[in-house]
């Protein structure tokens, strides 16, 4: 079964996109001194002068010698591990000094993750470091490295991480630059979640922050471009043999989105039009043409639903509550004074839209309190049961007992209303909606935080908002025309019930189809979800406590977003003291399909207690990702 699984994934690297044209191990010389390794990382060796420097790292373990050093562009481990066994045999590891604690110290990296994991708002990559690499020196812009009679340049060139540098030099009369994930062959990058981040000019957080790096990526991008580089080495795909061509290309593709994005905009809503300038202005340019879509109509809500920050209270004629999420202590003492005043006798039922904390903090406590029945759909019921068991943005620690999961389209009558339950993925994967008919009155869409009155909630990346037709807000664009009559939507967030005119609805779904295509075309991937959910691939469950001696049970989850069938490859890699017990980690998964995995996992004796890290090797025909998914286990004494 282990010979089975590693010819497929020899197959799987051969034909990947960073392997087209040539085979494993085949080595290019783009100039006399230097050499390229292309791989699911690419390598680059110089040699000059009798030093041998490689950057990246060695994808094949094909480079024999000596090798004095090797540079690193970024810190993300789906990199660095292609440079690691160069620098366990002894080279000298150099890396930007502004991300040298990832390197130096992951450990430290991980114990603050796990501090806030369920209550991530800051919305940074998770693809750290798991063991620490030796570092001989941290570089920033301006350092000069020598490499015999050569010498290469560092630059500051931050975007796909933080803080990181190139490395730009003339070799063999050719201007060379090695950009890591900067830019991905001709005018694209490999995705839009690792760009999410806080917008200080906009006083926007990252949860908010969606393609906040972009504008430094842009600046990162002008700054390479005016060194007149010849070539451009990434750090995957290609060789970039007419770099100027290239970026003049992604710049306009990474404008052409963000316009696109703004034209759609919730936070138009939330944070008025000068905030929305600043953030414009960033990546369009000072006094660049955008649009913002103007508010749709919006009026006060009816006497029936009472409202306190982001819940909502459905009242009956005679006096019955049922509610609406409930983020906060506070919203639960608000309900406990209405009942006091005779405002409301009871609540019989809380509906939950969706599992961020603002909405579900305190539905536990609430349930216990008036003693009531917590509804959901069957989509996202086990995320509020469970919510160690993921890592999605801007969670909440506290689960929820006995949810009640209903399926799509379940009508229930309470009282003297009409209940629709819906699954509705609009500002997340994990959401809902609550359709309300009251004979006589409005009918009312409870959706969460989907929409706004200038627009879609879809600002971070990080809560799998997905691009198809059947999910995402293509599903709730056809959900919401499906609906019948006259009906108005309800935004917790938004103190006003809400409705678009047709042309506003058209003019929404036509914006959002455009922006598919433009993600099309800015990612190198066969469909476009992969380059907007981090977790096509992951395993269930993120995070797991167990003694020693004890045995796991994984499942690991493949999402095919592809439009053909796929073979899939997983490789799991293990701390010290865990051992595999299942080897046939390889899979077909349908065109658009879903298949887990089951994998389980021994805890010796030996291992040592704490939070251990387990990654995911993951391959396919064209797609070819080290240490890609994680899972967190926490080892008890």
């Known amino acids: 079964m282990k010979t089975r699984i590693a010819a497929l994934i020899a197959n799987c690297l051969i034909a990947s996109?960073?392997?087209?044209?040539?085979?494993?191990?085949?080595?290019?010389?783009?100039?006399?001194?230097?050499?390229?390794l292309p791989g699911p990382v690419n390598g680059a060796l110089i040699e000059s002068g009798g030093k041998r420097v490689v950057v990246y790292g060695d994808p094949w373990r094909s480079i024999e010698g000596k090798v004095d050093s090797v540079l690193f562009t970024h810190h993300r481990?789906?990199?660095?591990?292609?440079?690691?066994?160069?620098?366990?045999?002894?080279?000298?590891?150099?890396?930007?000094?502004?991300?040298?604690?990832?390197?130096?110290?992951?450990?430290?990296?991980?114990?603050?993750?796990?501090?806030?994991?369920?209550?991530?708002?800051?919305?940074?990559?998770?693809?750290?470091?798991?063991?620490?690499?030796?570092?001989?020196?941290?570089?920033?812009?301006?350092?000069?490295?020598?490499?015999?009679?050569?010498?290469?340049?560092?630059?500051?060139?931050?975007?796909?991480?933080?803080?990181?540098?190139?490395?730009?030099?003339?070799?063999?009369?050719?201007?060379?630059?090695?950009?890591?994930?900067?830019?991905?062959?001709?005018?694209?990058?490999?995705?839009?979640?690792s760009f999410q981040d806080k917008i200080p000019?906009?006083?926007?957080?990252?949860?908010?922050?969606?393609?906040?790096?972009?504008?430094?990526?842009?600046?990162?991008?002008?700054?390479?471009?005016?060194?007149?580089?010849?070539?451009?080495?990434?750090?995957?795909?290609q060789v970039i043999r007419n770099p100027k061509a290239a970026?003049?290309?992604?710049?306009?593709?990474?404008?052409?989105?963000?316009?696109?994005?703004?034209?759609?905009?919730?936070?138009?809503?939330?944070?008025?039009?000068?905030?929305?300038?600043?953030?414009?202005e960033r990546i369009l340019g000072k006094g660049a043409d955008y649009e913002l879509m103007p508010y749709s109509h919006h009026e006060e809500m009816p006497g029936w639903v009472i409202s306190t920050g982001t819940t909502r209270i459905l009242v009956s004629e005679d006096g019955a509550g049922f509610m609406l999420d409930c983020g906060s202590k506070r919203y639960i003492d608000f309900v406990k004074k209405l009942m006091a005043d005779g405002l409301i006798t009871k609540i019989e039922g809380i509906f939950v839209t969706h599992y961020h904390g603002d909405h579900t903090d305190w539905v536990q406590a609430a349930a216990e309190e008036f003693k009531c029945p917590v509804y959901s759909?069957?989509?996202?019921?086990?995320?509020?049961?469970?919510?160690?068991?993921?890592?999605?943005?801007?969670?909440?620690?506290?689960?929820?007992?006995?949810?009640?999961?209903?399926?799509?389209g379940t009508v229930m009558k309470w009282r003297d209303f009409e209940l629709t339950f819906y699954f509705y993925p609009g500002q997340a994967l994990y959401h809902g909606g609550l359709l309300v008919k009251k004979?006589?009155?409005?009918?009312?869409?409870?959706?969460?935080?989907?929409?706004?009155?200038?627009?879609?909630?879809?600002?971070?990346?990080l809560n799998r908002n997905l691009v198809r037709e059947d999910n995402g807000y293509l599903y709730c664009f056809k959900k919401l025309r499906e609906?019948?009559?006259?009906?108005?939507?309800?935004?917790?967030?938004?103190?006003?019930?809400?409705?678009?005119?047709?042309?506003?609805?058209?003019?929404?779904?036509?914006?959002?189809?455009?922006?598919?295509?433009?993600?099309?075309?800015?990612?190198p991937w066969d469909d476009p979800n992969y380059g907007v959910d981090e977790q096509w691939a992951w395993f269930y469950p993120y995070g797991a406590e167990t003694e020693r001696?004890?045995?796991?049970?994984?499942?690991?989850?493949?999402?095919?977003?592809?439009?053909?069938?796929?073979?899939?490859?997983?490789?799991?890699?293990?701390?010290?003291?865990?051992?595999?017990?299942?080897y046939a980690l390889n899979v077909t998964v349908p065109a658009g399909g879903r298949k887990n995995v089951p994998v389980k996992f021994y805890v010796s004796k030996k291992t040592e207690a704490g939070n251990r890290i387990i990654t995911a090797d993951v391959f396919s025909d064209g797609m070819a990702f080290r240490e890609w998914a994680e899972t967190i286990v926490t080892v008890t004494e």
């Open 17 to 36: 996109h960073a392997l087209a044209a040539s085979t494993v191990g085949q080595t290019i010389k783009l100039t006399p001194s230097l050499t390229f």
């Open 77 to 193: 481990r789906d990199v660095v591990w292609a440079g690691r066994g160069l620098v366990e045999s002894g080279a000298k590891a150099i890396v930007p000094e502004k991300e040298r604690h990832y390197f130096e110290n992951p450990k430290k990296q991980w114990e603050d993750f796990i501090k806030i994991r369920l209550k991530d708002t800051a919305q940074q990559t998770t693809k750290m470091l798991i063991n620490p690499l030796q570092v001989a020196r941290g570089v920033k812009e301006g350092d000069e490295i020598a490499i015999g009679d050569l010498k290469l340049f560092v630059i500051d060139t931050p975007g796909f991480t933080r803080d990181a540098v190139s490395y730009i030099g003339v070799i063999d009369g050719k201007q060379v630059a090695f950009t890591g994930d900067l830019i991905y062959g001709d005018g694209q990058i490999l995705d839009l979640y």
């Open 201 to 237: 000019e906009a006083k926007i957080g990252g949860y908010h922050g969606y393609g906040a790096r972009l504008a430094p990526l842009l600046d990162s991008l002008r700054k390479v471009a005016a060194l007149n580089p010849d070539i451009i080495v990434p750090a995957r795909g």
């Open 247 to 280: 970026i003049e290309k992604l710049i306009g593709r990474v404008q052409e989105l963000y316009r696109n994005y703004l034209s759609t905009n919730a936070l138009y809503w939330y944070f008025k039009a000068d905030r929305m300038k600043a953030c414009a």
């Open 377 to 408: 759909t069957t989509e996202y019921e086990d995320i509020l049961e469970k919510p160690e068991a993921y890592h999605m943005a801007a969670m909440t620690p506290n689960a929820i007992k006995d949810v009640t999961g209903l399926k799509d």
């Open 439 to 461: 004979p006589g009155d409005k009918t009312i869409f409870f959706i969460g935080d989907a929409f706004t009155p200038s627009g879609l909630d879809d600002y971070c990346t």
């Open 483 to 523: 609906l019948k009559g006259d009906v108005w939507l309800m935004n917790e967030h938004v103190s006003f019930i809400f409705k678009y005119t047709p042309v506003q609805l058209d003019f929404l779904e036509s914006r959002y189809r455009e922006r598919i295509r433009m993600l099309s075309e800015l990612f």
């Open 549 to 582: 001696g004890k045995t796991l049970t994984y499942e690991f989850q493949i999402w095919n977003h592809s439009a053909r069938e796929r073979d899939y490859a997983i490789q799991c890699n293990l701390p010290d003291g865990m051992i595999q017990l299942d």
